[in-house]
């Protein structure tokens, strides 16, 4: 277990963050990076509103909007597989939509936040607390069942996987920490939690990913700032982002060499920076990895 606050001597002052789309997202969230299409997608969560940028052409749009979207995963085929609001799943290609799960009873008065796909095509999918109850985790198998993991989790948020499959990292922003699981690719099964990073507030653990050398970029809601983990839980770089509510960061480009950075206006964008909302980008000289893709929905 690893407490951290960011030191002077990590801060990166040269990281030439490049802002890439500013649509003054509510909650800009869950950037991906579609290897297939050579784009990265995004969501603005309450406005159900998902996004694409095209760095080729330096092009971006908005191209689907519904229900809110909590978090996606990319199927096996390329298509979009959305979780949304009241436990629903939608699958979302070429501007079709298809509902693949109508709704989880327990989830009809929340919605999803982040989600994750596995080595082996499942999902990990958190839920939102609600007055009454805390959050929880669900795994979504290819056979299209799904499982409560976890319940009493006070705002699921990022995970992924270590290099070598063998854990699973797992933010659960209210906690203020960053835990780790062993975790079994044939079964699926989390066992053995830890808790990876103890966080001091009132920055959050919000969205993470796992580079290709294995250490661990947390986005700090409330920080301004991303940071990026050792195995060891040492705090090893902090990148200074120009907006209060960093909420999410995915690795793109032919050779996954960018690190992109979502944020949060919320209501207040006067407190939260002109910039809240927007999508960045950096480039850290470390690459990650490509996403590995669901198979819940593909159809044969």
């Given at each position: 277990m690893a407490e951290h606050d960011p030191e002077p001597g990590t801060n990166d002052e040269d990281s030439n963050i490049e802002v890439i789309a500013e649509y003054g997202s509510v909650t800009g969230e869950g950037p991906l990076w579609h290897p297939d299409e050579q784009r990265l997608y995004w969501v603005d969560i309450p406005r159900g509103k998902l996004y694409r940028y095209d760095p080729?052409?330096?092009?971006?749009?908005?191209?689907?909007?519904?229900?809110?979207?909590?978090?996606?995963?990319?199927?096996?085929?390329?298509a979009l597989l959305l979780f949304r609001d009241q436990g629903t799943v939608t699958r979302?290609?070429?501007?079709?939509?298809?509902?693949?799960?109508?709704?989880?009873?327990?989830?009809?008065?929340?919605?999803?936040?982040?989600?994750?796909?596995?080595?082996e095509g499942r999902v990990f999918a958190g839920t939102m607390p609600t007055e009454d109850r805390l959050g929880r985790l669900y795994r979504f198998d290819p056979d299209g069942?799904?499982?409560?993991?976890?319940?009493?989790?006070?705002?699921?948020?990022?995970?992924?996987?270590?290099?070598?499959?063998?854990?699973?990292?797992?933010?659960?922003?209210?906690e203020y920490?960053?835990?780790?699981?062993?975790?079994?690719?044939?079964?699926?099964?989390?066992?053995?939690?830890?808790?990876?990073l103890d966080l001091d507030g009132p920055a959050i653990s919000d969205g993470l990913t796992v580079d290709s050398e294995g250490f661990v970029w947390v986005a700090r809601w409330n920080g301004a700032r991303v940071e990026r983990y050792a195995p060891?839980?040492?705090?090893?770089?902090?990148?200074?982002?120009?907006?209060?509510?960093?909420?999410?960061?995915?690795?793109?480009?032919?050779?996954?060499?960018?690190?992109?950075?979502?944020?949060?206006?919320g209501e207040g964008i006067e407190e939260y920076g002109d910039l809240a909302g927007a999508l960045f980008r950096t480039h850290?000289?470390?690459?990650?990895?490509?996403?590995?893709?669901?198979?819940?929905?593909?159809e044969e």
């Amino acid at each position: 277990m690893a407490e951290h606050d960011p030191e002077p001597g990590t801060n990166d002052e040269d990281s030439n963050i490049e802002v890439i789309a500013e649509y003054g997202s509510v909650t800009g969230e869950g950037p991906l990076w579609h290897p297939d299409e050579q784009r990265l997608y995004w969501v603005d969560i309450p406005r159900g509103k998902l996004y694409r940028y095209d760095p080729a052409t330096d092009t971006h749009e908005q191209c689907h909007e519904g229900r809110p979207i909590g978090g996606f995963t990319f199927e096996a085929d390329g298509a979009l597989l959305l979780f949304r609001d009241q436990g629903t799943v939608t699958r979302w290609a070429d501007g079709e939509t298809r509902t693949v799960v109508e709704e989880i009873p327990d989830e009809r008065d929340t919605r999803f936040n982040d989600v994750v796909a596995d080595p082996e095509g499942r999902v990990f999918a958190g839920t939102m607390p609600t007055e009454d109850r805390l959050g929880r985790l669900y795994r979504f198998d290819p056979d299209g069942s799904y499982t409560l993991v976890e319940d009493d989790l006070d705002i699921p948020n990022g995970m992924d996987f270590t290099p070598d499959r063998t854990g699973m990292y797992f933010s659960v922003s209210e906690e203020y920490r960053v835990y780790r699981y062993d975790y079994d690719a044939s079964s699926g099964l989390l066992a053995n939690r830890t808790t990876f990073l103890d966080l001091d507030g009132p920055a959050i653990s919000d969205g993470l990913t796992v580079d290709s050398e294995g250490f661990v970029w947390v986005a700090r809601w409330n920080g301004a700032r991303v940071e990026r983990y050792a195995p060891d839980g040492e705090l090893v770089r902090t990148i200074e982002v120009p907006a209060e509510r960093p909420s999410s960061v995915a690795f793109g480009g032919p050779e996954y060499e960018d690190l992109y950075i979502t944020s949060a206006r919320g209501e207040g964008i006067e407190e939260y920076g002109d910039l809240a909302g927007a999508l960045f980008r950096t480039h850290p000289e470390v690459s990650g990895r490509p996403e590995f893709r669901s198979r819940i929905a593909t159809e044969e």
